[in-house]
């Protein structure tokens, strides 16, 4: 998994509707990242979690989903989903970011470095600790 310290560069991508997003992480800057799969059990017992984390955050957190394959059709129609989702760029993005398991919360500050990194389901506890301000 990635570690703390290590930088998310900026990367381009499109949104679950097909827009193009780029992602940067300024200076200043606060961003959590949630690696996630469409058909993982831990994942979609973390989404109601990362969802009630989100409506909670400061407003000054940017939160981004990451969605890592390929979603089976309906699948937006059988789960919610409170924060925006990307897909990922692809395999080179994952690999050059360590990222080879989900669910993976990741807080990214200024200048795309890793400030704390969550690998697996976790507590509302350390969830508010990654959402902190």
């Given at each position: 998994a990635p570690a703390k310290g290590?930088?998310?560069r900026a990367f381009e991508t499109t949104t679950i509707d097909g827009q193009l997003?780029?992602?940067a992480f300024p200076k200043g800057s606060k961003t959590v990242l949630v690696f996630f799969l469409s058909?993982?059990?831990?994942?979609h017992k973390m989404i109601p979690?990362?969802?009630r984390a989100y409506e909670r955050r400061p407003?000054?957190?940017?939160?981004?989903?990451v969605l890592m394959d390929q979603e089976p059709p309906g699948f937006w129609s059988t789960i919610s989903i409170q924060f925006p989702v990307l897909r990922s760029p692809g395999r080179e993005f994952?690999?050059?970011?360590?990222v080879n398991r989900a669910p993976l919360t990741l807080r990214v500050v200024g200048g795309g470095e890793i400030e704390d990194?969550?690998?697996g389901q976790i507590?509302?506890?350390r969830l508010g600790e990654l959402f902190r301000p």
């Open positions: 290590d930088i998310v997003q780029k992602v058909g993982c059990p831990a994942c979690e990362w969802n407003k000054q957190l940017r939160v981004m989903g994952l690999r050059a970011l360590n990194v969550a690998l507590d509302p506890i």
